[in-house]
């Protein structure tokens, strides 16, 4: 599976859209990309995944490069209870077992 | 609810002992996962069941830890003469389809496992 790279750390006012990057160049045409996010002290939630197309949920939306190079989660209206690490992962279609290779993740904090 | 249980939520063993970690997945749901989360660091993967089979056993650290689904629903993971190096969050995750195939893995919230 592609590695991803996010930054560390964002800060979000509340009420505000929360945009986190995440870049995976050595993307391959099999691979989704999938966001999960873990707010302290719970397991990890599944967000929103996509392979190619731009998608959206009723938590988010997450936008694709055409390259596929990169991608974009959006939370449109951050809330308090959006602190939480979010995780990019870039899994194969068929990858054996489907398991997930977590990274770092990027550290949402929403201010008041 | 309908979500991945796990038990119990709070483990505290000594040095040596044994502990086994239990996970009731979501109905109906074929693929299981163990994962560990150290503190401050991302999931990582232990093992994978698809129904009963253990088809994936690569991240299990040592010999002192197995996992187990006999009936391909209920999963335990046992780690045997426990260290503290094995302090960690322990979590178990499910997903609907056959190797993936693209369906995300829904998590619990894991056993925080402490070794004094």
């Known amino acids: 599976d592609a590695k991803t790279t996010q930054p560390p750390s964002m800060d979000c006012a509340e009420g505000r859209a929360a945009n986190l990057p995440c870049n995976h160049s050595?993307?391959?045409?099999?691979?989704?990309v999938y966001w999960y996010r873990q707010i302290h002290s719970q397991g990890p939630q599944y967000i929103i995944h996509?392979?190619?197309n731009n998608e959206t949920n009723e938590m988010a939306s997450l936008i694709i490069t055409e390259d596929r190079k990169s991608s974009t989660l959006i939370l449109p209206h951050a809330t308090l209870r959006d602190t939480a690490v979010y995780y990019c992962i870039v899994r194969a279609f068929y990858n054996q077992g489907g398991k997930l290779i977590f990274g770092q993740g990027t550290e949402l904090s929403v201010k008041p | 609810g309908a979500g991945v249980s796990q038990s119990p939520r709070y483990k505290v063993a000594k040095r040596g002992q044994d502990v086994a970690l239990r996970c009731d997945p979501i109905s109906g749901h074929v693929s299981l996962f163990w994962y560990q989360q150290a503190l401050g660091q991302g999931p990582e993967f232990l093992t994978y069941?698809?129904?009963?089979?253990?088809?994936?056993k690569s991240g299990l650290p040592s010999d002192r830890f197995f996992a187990e689904r006999p009936e391909g629903s209920v999963s335990t993971l046992k780690i045997q003469r426990t260290q503290q190096e094995d302090s960690a969050v322990y979590l178990c995750a499910s997903s609907s389809l056959k190797q993936g195939l693209g369906q995300p893995q829904h998590f619990g919230d894991g056993t925080r496992l402490s070794i004094l």
């Open positions: 050595t993307i391959s045409g099999n691979e989704y």
């Open positions: 996509g392979l190619k």
């Open positions: 069941f698809q129904n009963e089979a253990q088809l994936d």
